[in-house]
C-alpha cells in the first residue's frame, strides 16, 4: 500500500513523527531551565510547561524542542509585557 491510498484515519498517518525528537534528561533540562524540580511539576501540571515522557519505569525525558520553544515563548512575552501571572495562594504549607 502506497502513501496516497492510505486514509486519513489511518492510526499509522496520524502518529506525531518521532524522528527528530531530541529527549533531554532531568539533569540537562534543569542546567537549560533554573527552576526547582517541584516548580517544573508544578508547572507540567497545569500546562504551563512541556510535559515530561517515559523512556522508562524509572526514567523521564522531555523533548529538546518542546523546552527550546517555551524559553522563547517566555522571553517573548517578556519583550511584549505579557508575562502570565504567578500563581498566588497555592501554598503547600498553611502558617498556623
Not at 526547582?36 to 511539576?41: A, G
Not at 524509572?58 to 524542542?65: K, P, T
Request: with cysteine; hydrophobic share 35%; charged share 30%.
Amino acid at each position: 500500500m502506497n502513501e496516497q491510498s492510505r486514509s486519513s484515519n489511518d492510526p499509522v498517518m496520524n502518529q506525531p513523527s518521532t524522528a527528530n525528537v531530541i529527549a533531554i534528561n532531568r539533569k540537562e533540562l534543569l542546567s537549560k531551565i533554573p527552576l526547582s524540580d517541584r516548580t517544573i511539576f508544578d508547572m507540567e501540571k497545569r500546562g504551563e510547561f512541556p510535559q515530561r515522557f517515559c523512556l522508562s519505569n524509572r526514567v523521564v525525558a522531555w523533548d529538546l524542542a518542546e523546552v527550546d520553544a517555551w524559553i522563547e515563548a517566555r522571553k517573548n512575552a517578556r519583550e511584549n509585557e505579557q508575562m502570565p501571572a504567578p500563581q498566588i495562594g497555592h501554598q503547600r504549607y498553611a502558617r498556623q
